[in-house]
């Protein structure tokens, strides 16, 4: 089993500078950087959304545009915990089928994506989808 290491350098003050694993930076900061608590949810759709692109594509989906967003619920009160996550799928294209999509889903949650593998027993993840084609709404469904 690899181990993958990333990395984190005190630039000044509250700013920080991270490093994926293949050195890609990052700025943590605010207001002109990402918020460190924010890199949870977005760790979840990012992967999420890699694996979803994936799978639609050797589904041969004619995907146009993918966009997924993430609505979290967090404790009021430190250590500000994250107890909510919900994911929205927003899939853009032609003659797309919605069963295939919703396998999809499935597998990216189920099977591939780590951060949801990770996530799912230590906080509420739910998910719904929307399939959009020629510039309207043709379904929205709840999973999870």
Do not use: H
């Amino acid at each position: 089993m690899p181990t993958e290491t990333v990395r984190l350098d005190w630039v000044q003050d509250q700013e920080f500078l991270l490093k994926d694993r293949s050195g890609f930076p990052i700025l943590m900061t605010q207001p002109m950087g990402v918020n460190g608590a924010d890199l949870l949810p977005l760790s979840v759709i990012g992967c999420a959304a890699w694996d979803l692109a994936a799978i639609l594509k050797k589904q041969r989906q004619q995907v146009t545009a993918l966009q997924v967003t993430a609505e979290s619920e967090r404790e009021d009160t430190p250590p500000w915990r994250f107890l909510r996550i919900r994911i929205i799928y927003r899939i853009t294209g032609q003659n797309l089928k919605d069963g295939l999509i919703q396998k999809g889903i499935q597998l990216t949650e189920q099977k591939y994506c780590s951060t949801f593998a990770t996530l799912k027993n230590a906080v509420e993840i739910s998910s719904s989808y929307v399939i959009l084609e020629d510039d309207c709404e043709r379904e929205s469904v709840e999973n999870g």
